[in-house]
């Protein structure tokens, strides 16, 4: 860990404390967990405390882990997982929150903290179902307004639900069951005896 970090996990320590449910070191950044109850106070704690100091929220995205390390995670479901920086002191870090309900994700918002927040928090839940409690404007962002379900859920149909069309009966756009036939795509490998030989004929 190299000097920065090493200042950066103190300080972090010292702050938070046991807040910070784990702490790892990966690829030259921090990762910390904390719990849903603390989450508001501790992204307070971040960007308020001077020896901290994380002026900005870069970007906060949505996870399924439902099938992460090949199945065999026994942890929550849904996380938030943001990046803050601190341009005053060169350092980031990357704080994660897992819902406790894989029902119902539902982590607090902190748009109140940072408003860089608010198209990220939008796009987790339009994409996950992840429900930020507080955000003033909780709506889909990238899909279409009648969508049923959150596409980039681990257990959501590559072909998705339902298709749309031009109807030219009814002059309009109209939604119906995928007709899509599920199939394998296995490759066809074609090989010859005598590929590549000249021929002498």
Known sequence: MSAKLEVLS???QK???KQIRSQQVALGEITIDV???DYVAVMTTLRDEPDLCFEELMDLCGVDFSTYANGQWAGKRFAAVSHLISVAHNWRVRVRCFATDDNFPS???VVSIWNSVNWFEREA???YGIVFPGHNDLRRILTDYGFIGHPFRK???ISGYVEMRYDPDQQRVIYQPVTIE???VTP???REERYGEADNA
């Open 35 to 37: 719990d849903v109850g």
């Open 10 to 12: 103190l300080n972090l």
């Open 155 to 157: 257990d959501f149909p």
């Open 15 to 17: 702050h938070l404390g």
């Open 125 to 127: 839940f339009d994409l």
């Open 182 to 184: 599920p199939r394998e």
């Open 188 to 190: 066809r490998i074609v």
């Open 107 to 109: 982590i607090p918002s």
